[in-house]
């Protein structure tokens, strides 16, 4: 698999040819990504349950506390590694950190990305996109990238990643947690997206949309496998 997802339209626009072309190729990646991760939708009913053990700590008390008044998607992905021993914690940390700072780099250059880029208005918002800043980043708490994603907790091998969605913009918010887990015989990378709106408020979620739940999942999966690659790759040099 390429190691660098890039789609490039020249001149302005691709004929329908062209449109055809990429749209076949995109069906055929995704339905390729989809068997190298392990995916699963979480339900209301487990949500709760991640609740009451704990495990939604940065979450609203609201939102945590009455699950029935919002509209939630919650979907993990999971990609392992039997070539990766789960690391000690120090070296955790570095490793972890590189590979944030390998996806988030690769992330800022997706088309997601650019329509934030659009969105952004301060000068610090849209700096906050370029390679230099992100591969600088050590991913604690507060650092932002991509204009509007902000670190709300990190540990040694687990980041929480919260959505700033500007004011004009649907009251809609989010989390991305990525972490690294000790398996048997190995080490999983683990992607959870989690959107969520008042059930009133009327709000379709980003995920609901299938072009853009689509175009996620291409690139949440592509990074989840390439991102294992990279691992493994460093995993000997650090």
């Avoid at 650019?114 to 980043?137: D, G, M, N």
Wanted: proline residues 4%.
């Amino acid at each position: 698999m390429d190691h660098v997802l890039q789609i490039t339209l020249v001149g302005g626009g691709v004929g329908a040819a062209g449109l055809a072309a990429l749209y076949v190729w995109a069906q055929q990646l995704h339905h390729s990504l989809v068997q190298q991760v392990k995916h699963k939708s979480v339900t209301t009913k487990e949500l709760k349950g991640m609740r009451d053990r704990g495990e939604l700590e940065t979450l609203s008390p609201h939102l945590t506390r009455d699950l029935e008044d919002y509209k939630i998607i919650y979907d993990i992905d999971e990609r392992s590694s039997n070539s990766v021993a789960f690391p000690a914690r120090e070296r955790l940390d570095k490793l972890f950190t590189q590979l944030l700072r390998r996806n988030m780099s690769l992330f800022a250059r997706f088309p997601q990305s650019w329509t934030l880029w659009l969105i952004a208005k301060s000068p610090e918002q849209r700096e906050s996109f370029s390679q230099a800043h992100i591969k600088a980043l050590n991913f604690r708490e507060d650092d932002v990238f991509c204009g509007f994603y902000r670190v709300v907790k990190r540990t040694s091998g687990r980041v929480e990643i919260g959505m700033a969605i500007p004011a004009q913009q649907p009251p809609i918010e989010g989390r991305l947690i990525i972490s690294l887990r000790e398996q048997e015989g190995g080490t999983a990378m683990r992607t959870e997206t989690l959107q969520w709106t008042e059930a009133r408020s009327g709000a379709v979620l980003p995920l609901d949309r299938r072009p853009i739940r689509f175009m996620h999942e291409v690139a949440s999966w592509w990074l989840l496998v390439t991102g294992v690659e990279y691992l493994e790759k460093i995993s000997s040099e650090i």
